[in-house]
C-alpha cells in the first residue's frame, strides 16, 4: 500500500515504549525469578533462615534486600540493551524486507520518536523489577 515507511515509526515507538522491556522482564522472571524462589526455598528447608534469626541477622535484610536492589539496577540496563537489539534486528529485517536503507531508517527513526518514547520505556521497568523480585522473594 505504499506505507512501508510508517513501519520504521511503529518499530521504533512499540519497542522502546513496550515490547523490550515485556520480554526483558519476562525473561528475567523466568530465570532470574525461579532461581530466587528456589534458592530460598532451599534455604528454608534446610534451616538456614532460621539460623539467620538465631544469629541475630534480618532474613530480610540479608536475603531479600540485595536481591531486589539487583533487579532494579540491572532490569532497566537490561532493557535498553534489548530496545537496542530490537531496533538493530528491525533495521535489518526492514532492509532486507522492504529496501529501506540503514541510513533512511535511521533518519525516519530520529524523526518518529522522542525521549518521552524512550523514557516511558525504562520508567516501568523498576516496577517490573520490583514485582518480579517480591514475587518470587514471597
Known amino acids: ?10 518499530l521504533g515507538i512499540l519497542a522502546l515504549r513496550e515490547i523490550s522491556l515485556l520480554l526483558t522482564a519476562i525473561m528475567v522472571a523466568g530465570r532470574s525469578g525461579s532461581a530466587i524462589t528456589a534458592e530460598l526455598g532451599s534455604m528454608q528447608m534446610r534451616e538456614e533462615i532460621d539460623a539467620l534469626r538465631v544469629m541475630g541477622m ?3 535484610n540479608v536475603l531479600i534486600l540485595p536481591r531486589i ?11 535498553f540493551i534489548a530496545a537496542l537489539a530490537t531496533l538493530a534486528g528491525g533495521m535489518m529485517m526492514l532492509w532486507l524486507y ?3 536503507t540503514p541510513d533512511a531508517f535511521i533518519a525516519r527513526l530520529h524523526d ?12 516501568k521497568s523498576p516496577f517490573m523489577a520490583l514485582i518480579i ?4 522473594c514471597a
Do not use: N, Q, R, T
Open 69 to 79: 536492589l539487583a533487579l532494579l539496577i540491572v532490569l532497566p540496563l537490561l532493557s
Open 1 to 10: 500500500f505504499g506505507a512501508e515507511v510508517f513501519s520504521v515509526d511503529l
Open 98 to 100: 522492504s529496501s529501506i
Open 58 to 60: 534480618d532474613p530480610i
Open 112 to 123: 518518529a520518536i522522542d525521549m518521552s518514547s524512550f523514557l516511558s520505556g525504562l520508567y
Open 133 to 136: 523480585g517480591l514475587i518470587a
